[in-house]
């Protein structure tokens, strides 16, 4: 078996959505891309592990990465956003949409869920990626989902799309600062109360934790940083791209030193792109 080089994993985390010259090569060999997986792990590890926000390292539990249900999950999303540059459509046949009113903040949120190839509700409990600025990169995300299950026979997953329902200024943003209104905490409880219940209640979704991953880029992904440090028990994996951590004095550090005595015994995967 091939393995992955800390070459290859530094350029697998500093990428973000841009094409890697490797990733071919892994879309083609499963056990290569958990080669790469683990690296990118290490690699993330080592730049992190001494960092404020990820001091204490208790975020990489080998226990769960070494889980059959955790690389089915680190393998769709690691190749979601390093297979490929291109601008891909997901089938609309398979995309579901709703509209859904938010109990904490009043506000109401469009969702699309793409739903995997072959669907079946009664025999299939399925994971979820919930996206945060969905309407960028949801069809992207859906067709790079239902590409990896297709050709890698690995975990199929429920893709759903949050809206800007109200301001993503004020959703994603933990406090009231000059840059943001911090609507952060009534966004969370809409997730929480409003949002995962009818997922799971309409569309056959494991309603585990470990189950659930939250993806956010920029102020979606200070957000995710927000749902990691103050709602830790409504999602086991956390996809932050390039979060603004900066945001009103890096009060996310202070929110994740507060919180870590509680956070650190839950099983959770974190990956943070910085760049």
Known sequence: MKTASPLVAEQIVHARLACVKHVPVVLQNPEIALAVLRATVQALAANYLNSRFFGSGYYLNQKQLNSKEMKNILLILVILFLASCKKEEFNPNLTKEFSIHASSNGANYDIKVALPENYNPEATQYSTIYLLDGEEIFSFVAEKSKKISSDLSVLNALVISISYGNDRVNDYTPSKASEGDGGAENFALFIKNDLIPRIESD????????????????FGGLFAAYAFTNHNSDFGNYIMLSPSIWYDNEIMLRLEQENRNTNKYNDQLVFMGIG
């Open 203 to 218: 569309f056959a979704a494991d309603t585990s934790r470990r189950s659930r991953v939250i993806l956010g880029h920029s």
